[in-house]
C-alpha cells in the first residue's frame, strides 16, 4: 500500500505542477495582452513552453522546459530588439526565479517569423542575495 499512496502521490504533484506552469504562461500572456491593447507595449508578445535547451538543464527542469515568447504582431523587432526583450526579462529577478521553480531552464525569444531567435540558459540569470 505505500508505494500505490508513494505513486499517486507524485502523480498529483505532477498535475499540480503542470497547472501552476499553464497559469504562468496565462499569466503572462494576459499581462502582454493588456499592454499591447493599452498602447503600453508596441508589440504583441504571447508566451508558450517549447522544448528547451537540455545542455541548459538544471535540477528543477521539466520536460518542455523552454519558455518561449513570440512576438505576433505591431512593429516587427530588429534583432537587437527581440534580445532587449529577453534582457528586460531577464532583469526580473522574481520571474527568472518563478521560471526556474516552475521547470523551465530556457528562455527563448523569436520574431513572428524567425524560426531561430534568440535564447539564454536561466540559471545564469538566477541573482542570488
Known amino acids: 500500500m505505500g508505494i500505490f ?7 498529483k504533484e505532477w498535475f499540480h505542477n503542470l497547472n501552476e506552469r499553464n497559469s504562468l504562461i496565462t499569466d503572462f500572456n494576459s499581462s502582454a495582452r493588456s499592454a499591447f491593447i493599452s498602447g503600453l507595449a ?3 508578445l504571447k508566451a508558450q513552453s517549447s522544448r528547451g535547451d537540455k545542455s541548459f ?20 523587432l530588429t534583432r537587437e530588439e527581440l534580445i532587449e526583450v529577453g534582457r528586460v526579462i531577464l532583469s526580473n529577478n522574481p520571474l527568472v526565479r518563478n ?3 516552475n521547470g523551465f531552464d530556457t528562455l527563448e525569444i523569436n ?3 524567425d524560426t ?3 535564447k539564454w540558459k536561466l540559471k ?3 541573482l542570488l542575495t
Not at 499512496?5 to 502523480?11: G, V
Open 5 to 11: 499512496a508513494d505513486w499517486i502521490y507524485k502523480i
Open 42 to 44: 508596441p508589440t504583441f
Open 57 to 76: 538543464s538544471h535540477q528543477y527542469s521539466q520536460f518542455n522546459s523552454g519558455f518561449r515568447i513570440l512576438v505576433m504582431g505591431g512593429k516587427n
Open 99 to 101: 521560471l526556474i521553480i
Open 111 to 113: 520574431g513572428e517569423n
Open 116 to 118: 531561430f531567435g534568440s
Open 124 to 126: 545564469d540569470y538566477l
